[in-house]
């Protein structure tokens, strides 16, 4: 996916970039190639490669959800800043906060913020459970793409949805994923609208967005400790 197809099939998601934030998405792509040659952020560094599957796919996010209102958003287990980074580029509106366990990942999201002067980017070092039993109920949307199976995202990030917000995550294949998610979905407090489906422009892989809305206040038990959810999913 060159730029000019990137915009094009973007055009289609209902978005439209100005000159600045194409200009700002292509120095996001220069500071991860010159940044992966010394610390491994991602396999996938070809320049069509990373418009398609880093900059495109995080902007799929707003098949779900109305991105151009203002709003909280939570990306869990963010690795190299995607979608969170791509998302607080396009959508400023948008106030986006990064988590992150790896220091070596988290150091280059604080360069591309400081880079790019992203100012509505804030930046977390921590796992992810730890994070959200300090920050129950905090965001409207939260999000996170390749970081774990559905019925161990949902413990972890659905205690950070405010009640009425959405957990969105991003996966590429749900396959038994969803049936083994479903009690601890309920027990969450939550319920699944519905599951949105559509393949990848260029290459057509299969992408989902399940859409799972807070209808209750959070457990206070949960999330629990990373060990625990591990080993006795709900």
Do not use: W
Request: hydrophobic residues 40%; aromatic residues 8%; contains cysteine.
């Amino acid at each position: 996916m060159n730029i000019n197809s990137f915009n094009e099939e973007v055009k289609k998601l209902g978005i439209t970039l100005t000159k600045e934030q194409m200009d700002t998405l292509e120095k996001l792509y220069e500071l991860l190639i010159n940044y992966n040659e010394y610390v491994n952020l991602t396999r996938i560094v070809e320049h069509d490669e990373v418009y398609l599957k880093h900059f495109y796919d995080s902007l799929t996010l707003i098949k779900a959800y109305n991105l151009r209102k203002p709003a909280s958003l939570c990306d869990v287990g963010t690795g190299a800043g995607f979608p969170g980074l791509v998302l607080a580029i396009c959508f400023p509106q948008l106030k986006v906060t990064l988590i992150e366990k790896l220091r070596k990942k988290v150091d280059f999201l604080f360069l591309v913020k400081k880079e790019l002067e992203l100012d509505n980017v804030f930046i977390c070092n921590e796992r992810a459970e730890i994070f959200a039993r300090n920050n129950i109920e905090k965001y409207d949307i939260v999000t996170s793409r390749a970081f774990a199976r559905l019925n161990i995202l949902t413990e972890i990030c659905m205690p950070l949805v405010k009640v009425n917000g959405y957990f969105i995550p991003l996966k590429a294949t749900l396959d038994e994923e969803l049936e083994e998610a479903k009690s601890t979905i309920e027990i969450m407090n939550s319920k699944l609208e519905e599951v949105i489906t559509f393949n990848l422009p260029v290459e057509n892989s299969i992408r989902n967005l399940p859409v799972i809305k807070k209808v209750g206040n959070n457990k206070q038990k949960y999330p629990r400790k990373f060990s625990e959810i591990k080993k006795n999913p709900l």
